[in-house]
């Protein structure tokens, strides 16, 4: 029994009576303060901290709910081995599920983690492709020939409009619009989440990812919900070709060949953060960019296309 004020016991006690309970002893135990708070096992933690959070995962798609218990599991399970790599991020990930389990089973822990930091690490940006190396070998005639079709695509158009090969393989009939005054896809969410609410925009087709996606007007059905199958996919293909001038480029980096792209043009700050999907760090007034404003941006910076088959 738990050490009370002889006042807060007496209550208890008088709480049990009422309520006709002093023959069940699991009532008289917790009533008391004798009953053990609700223990976790370390290896079920991801499955309760899954339980919990079956709402805001509902709109994840099956391969975002897949990466999602990866992480944790692979967090918990370098915990159970000393936390063999990746620490950082592990930690985070136990430190969130700990969290909201405390939370929801209101089990007063002491959140030892919450506020932990690690010393000594520092940040290193993603690599990023050379403008003139996307243009001259990625882009050059015949170098993504013998790259299955849709893979290859997929390429053109993230070299082209920066966007997550996520956001290009999960596009739908539905947010490719090949017959509007001004083509564009809509990066939005369909059956899955996006990273940010930032995320979600309307990007005009220009140079060689409009031409990749005339020939995939209903998106990339064998990459669908598979944006890592395709990123192993072209990653072996680019270091098996030459294409991979140093070991930290992969196929996002083209992403951040696009932003270096922007900013060599300089455009307003709100077109150069919208075209991202990055936030605008100003209040939100009046309505995003329109295709118009976009798409002159746009064909500033628009590649060469390959003469070869797209």
Same mark, same amino acid.
């Given at each position: 029994?738990?050490?009370?004020?002889?006042?807060?016991?007496?209550?208890?006690?008088?709480?049990?009576?009422?309520?006709?309970?002093?023959?069940?002893?699991?009532?008289?135990?917790?009533?008391?303060?004798?009953?053990?708070?609700?223990?976790?096992?370390?290896?079920?933690?991801?499955?309760?901290?899954?339980?919990?959070?079956?709402?805001?995962?509902?709109?994840?798609?099956?391969?975002?709910?897949?990466?999602?218990?990866?992480?944790?599991?692979?967090?918990?399970?370098?915990?159970?081995?000393?936390?063999?790599?990746?620490?950082?991020?592990?930690?985070?990930?136990?430190?969130?599920?700990?969290?909201?389990?405390?939370?929801? !089973?209101?089990?007063?822990?002491?959140? +030892?983690?919450?506020?932990?930091?690690? !010393?000594?690490?520092?940040?290193? /940006?993603?690599?990023?492709?050379?403008?003139?190396f996307v243009q001259d070998r990625i882009l050059a005639d015949g170098a993504l020939d013998s790259m299955n079709p849709e893979a290859r695509r997929v +390429?053109?158009?993230?070299?082209?409009?920066?966007?997550?090969?996520?956001?290009? +393989?999960?596009?739908?009939?539905?947010?490719?619009?090949?017959?509007?005054?001004? /083509?564009?896809?809509?990066?939005? /969410?369909?059956?899955?989440?996006?990273?940010?609410?930032?995320?979600?925009?309307?990007?005009?087709?220009?140079?060689?990812?409009?031409?990749?996606?005339r020939l995939q007007p209903e998106g990339f059905p064998e990459y669908f919900d598979k944006s890592a199958t395709l990123s192993a996919t072209v990653n072996?293909?680019?270091?098996?070709?030459?294409?991979?001038?140093? /070991?930290?480029?992969?196929?996002?980096?083209?992403?951040?060949?696009?932003?270096?792209?922007?900013?060599?043009? %300089?455009?307003?700050?709100?077109?150069?953060?919208?075209?991202?999907?990055?936030?605008?760090?100003?209040?939100?007034?009046?309505?995003?960019?329109?295709?118009?404003?976009?798409?002159?941006?746009? %064909?500033?910076?628009?590649f060469r296309p390959p003469a070869s088959p797209i």
């Amino acid at each position: 029994m738990v050490s009370k004020p002889h006042e807060e016991i007496l209550r208890r006690i008088d709480a049990v009576t009422a309520a006709g309970a002093v023959n069940n002893t699991k009532a008289v135990t917790a009533t008391l303060g004798g009953a053990r708070k609700g223990q976790t096992a370390l290896s079920a933690l991801v499955d309760e901290y899954e339980a919990l959070q079956k709402l805001h995962l509902s709109k994840h798609s099956p391969d975002q709910i897949r990466k999602w218990r990866n992480l944790r599991e692979r967090a918990v399970n370098d915990l159970m081995i000393a936390l063999g790599r990746d620490v950082y991020k592990c930690i985070g990930a136990i430190s969130a599920m700990i969290e909201a389990l405390d939370s929801a !089973k209101r089990l007063k822990l002491d959140l +030892v983690l919450k506020n932990l930091r690690l !010393k000594g690490g520092s940040y290193e /940006p993603r690599a990023a492709y050379s403008i003139d190396f996307v243009q001259d070998r990625i882009l050059a005639d015949g170098a993504l020939d013998s790259m299955n079709p849709e893979a290859r695509r997929v +390429v053109y158009v993230c070299a082209e409009l920066g966007l997550r090969p996520v956001e290009v +393989v999960n596009l739908t009939k539905n947010s490719i619009r090949l017959d509007a005054k001004i /083509p564009h896809i809509i990066v939005q /969410p369909e059956g899955r989440v996006l990273k940010t609410d930032h995320s979600e925009r309307h990007v005009p087709l220009v140079g060689v990812a409009l031409k990749a996606m005339r020939l995939q007007p209903e998106g990339f059905p064998e990459y669908f919900d598979k944006s890592a199958t395709l990123s192993a996919t072209v990653n072996k293909f680019m270091a098996n070709n030459g294409l991979r001038p140093f /070991p930290k480029v992969s196929l996002y980096s083209l992403r951040h060949t696009f932003e270096d792209r922007l900013t060599k043009i %300089e455009p307003p700050e709100k077109i150069h953060a919208y075209l991202m999907g990055h936030k605008y760090d100003r209040p939100k007034y009046g309505s995003p960019p329109d295709l118009e404003q976009l798409v002159g941006w746009m %064909e500033k910076i628009a590649f060469r296309p390959p003469a070869s088959p797209i």
